[in-house]
């Protein structure tokens, strides 16, 4: 099982970032999958999940600025970050779900400066 994320970065307040999760050696369409971050000091957060049933779930201080997508076909979860600000700053994990299985990425570094 491996979790891979890119498209980590430095961007400018204001800006877009655009991170992948490509995943394998799991039944891929059978997993809840999600984004989290977690910033310096802080607890790991949930950003925003995307069930198997298509439901979607975000976080309130990213809602109408991050969309999560997931292509079964390709076995990807994708986290389309918009209108960024400096408290995004934080390392993005990408994390898996099945009936009592949890798996975590290595994480990708996003700053954003202001």
């Known amino acids: 099982v491996q979790l891979v994320e890119s498209g980590g970065g430095l961007v400018q307040a204001g800006g877009s970032l655009r991170l992948v999760c490509t995943a394998s050696?799991?039944?891929?369409?059978?997993?809840?999958m999600g984004w989290y971050r977690q910033a310096p000091g802080k607890k790991r957060e949930v950003v925003a999940r995307?069930?198997?049933?298509?439901?979607?779930y975000y976080s309130d201080s990213v809602k109408g600025r991050f969309t999560i997508s997931r292509d079964n076909a390709k076995n990807t979860v994708t986290l389309q970050m918009n209108d960024l600000k400096p408290d995004d700053t934080a390392v993005y994990y990408c994390?898996?779900?099945?009936?009592?299985?949890?798996?975590w990425g290595q994480g990708t570094q996003v700053t954003v400066s202001s």
């Open positions: 995307a069930a198997t049933n298509g439901a979607i």
């Open positions: 050696g799991f039944e891929f369409s059978s997993s809840l």
């Open positions: 994390k898996r779900e099945y009936t009592f299985l949890v798996q």
